[in-house]
């Protein structure tokens, strides 16, 4: 097995030394952002470093392709600390390539990065040669590129998790036991039966996500590779990127090398592929509204009282974009209307320049005109002169 970083060049699969110095002291990963993270570095290997985050009881796997800053604070370090974690209960997973790290946590519920637009919460369900399929509560299933995943973190168990397991009715789980076992589906083609996946283990649930029961995850389509992923989408709705200004929605089509083609109405968008950092079929949260309608009528009830505030803010979201695009019209009249008014102060001023350069050229010939004139009349006159002075002669002569 080979790593390789960002750019498609090869890493060796060797711990990174200079690195390790700092293992079992707090460390700050990132200097700001939504993956910036402060806790201890308990493993760096050669494409990847474990951090434990103590306040938020979750252990962080960074792609150190990925990581900009790793900052050390000299004076904190220099202080013992006590921890309510022993070195027992704090234990990573063990690998020795970030590939390997996610092949060993196959079927555990994990978070995709830790903040922005591709962070999102769900089942790991399998890792291919160049992504990974994540089986999420709102979009259904989504296939991450590898390359663009900056970060992996798994929840590790609280007590207050285990409270909520022994509160559980014991009814309840026997009945998801036997959903389970009913709602098992049979793939076909190249699709596959992700329900035969098991369930996240409810211990290792955050509590946001203990609020539902978990659900069997949808058929979904099985590919080695993300080109082969793509060939197989082809004429389907599918979501490029979960958010930022370039996610997009459409069907797939056939399209040249080096670009995915996406039909959306009107408009046809031609997507890098080296930017794809992840996709799913179907519109985004489609699968969450779909599950809620496929519940019985107290699951509906709730879906729509947890929707209430999502619909008051989508409204308010709408209403705030009409009036941006309000906004946006009128600058534009206006921009318009001054762009037209200086168009016609040009045409007026080009007018005047014309009439101005015709009345000198009238002026110019006028006097032309009359010069020439005037020297004519001259001329005749002198001619009439000469007659005259030979009219004289004549008679000098002849008296």
């Not at 030394?17 to 308990?42: A, D, F, H």
């Not at 699709?191 to 283990?201: K, N």
């Not at 992840?278 to 969450?288: E, N, R």
Request: hydrophobic residues 30%.
């Amino acid at each position: 097995m080979v790593a390789y970083d960002m750019h498609g060049a090869s890493m060796p699969l060797e711990a990174n030394r200079e690195l390790q110095s700092l293992i079992g002291k707090t460390v700050t990963v990132y200097r700001g952002g939504p993956e910036s993270k402060t806790g201890k570095l308990l493993d760096v290997q050669s494409d990847y470093l474990v951090l434990f985050v103590e306040s938020e009881a979750a252990m962080i796997y960074y792609a150190l392709h990925h990581v900009q800053s790793i900052s050390e604070n000299v004076k904190a370090n220099s202080v013992s600390s006590l921890s309510s974690y022993s070195d027992e209960t704090v234990m990573p997973v063990r690998a020795t390539s970030f590939y390997e790290l996610l092949n060993s946590l196959v079927n555990e519920h994990i978070q995709i990065n830790q903040g922005g637009p591709e962070s999102k919460r769900g089942t790991l369900l399998g890792v291919n040669d160049d992504h990974i399929i994540l089986f999420t509560k709102d979009d259904g299933i989504v296939f991450y590129l590898l390359r663009h995943l900056k970060s992996v973190r798994v929840q590790m168990k609280t007590e207050e998790n285990k409270e909520v397991d022994a509160k559980t009715p014991a009814a309840e789980l026997e009945a998801n036991a036997m959903e389970d076992a009913t709602t098992e589906v049979t793939g076909h083609n190249d699709m596959e039966a992700a329900s035969e996946a098991p369930h996240i283990p409810r211990g290792e649930e955050t509590h946001e996500d203990q609020e539902h029961d978990p659900l069997p995850p949808p058929v979904y389509v099985k590919a080695a590779n993300v080109t082969d992923l793509f060939e197989r989408l082809i004429n389907t709705w599918i979501a490029i990127n979960r958010g930022g200004p370039e996610a997009v929605e459409g069907i797939l089509v056939p399209g040249g090398s080096g670009y995915c083609t996406i039909v959306n109405h009107d408009e046809i968008i031609r997507v890098n592929y080296e930017h794809i950092k992840s996709i799913s079929c179907g519109p985004k949260g489609a699968f969450q509204a779909n599950t809620m309608n496929a519940g019985d009528g107290k699951e509906t009830g709730q879906a729509e009282a947890k929707q209430e505030p999502n619909q008051a803010e989508r409204e308010a979201k709408k209403a705030k974009t009409k009036e941006e695009e309000g906004v946006k019209a009128k600058q534009k009249e206006q921009g318009d209307k001054k762009k037209e008014e200086k168009e016609k102060g040009k045409e007026k001023d080009k007018e005047k320049e014309k009439e101005q350069g015709d009345k000198k050229k009238e002026e110019a010939k006028a006097k032309k005109k009359e010069q020439g004139d005037k020297e004519k009349e001259e001329k005749e006159k002198e001619k009439e002169k000469k007659k005259e002075k030979e009219k004289k002669k004549e008679k000098k002569k002849k008296g």
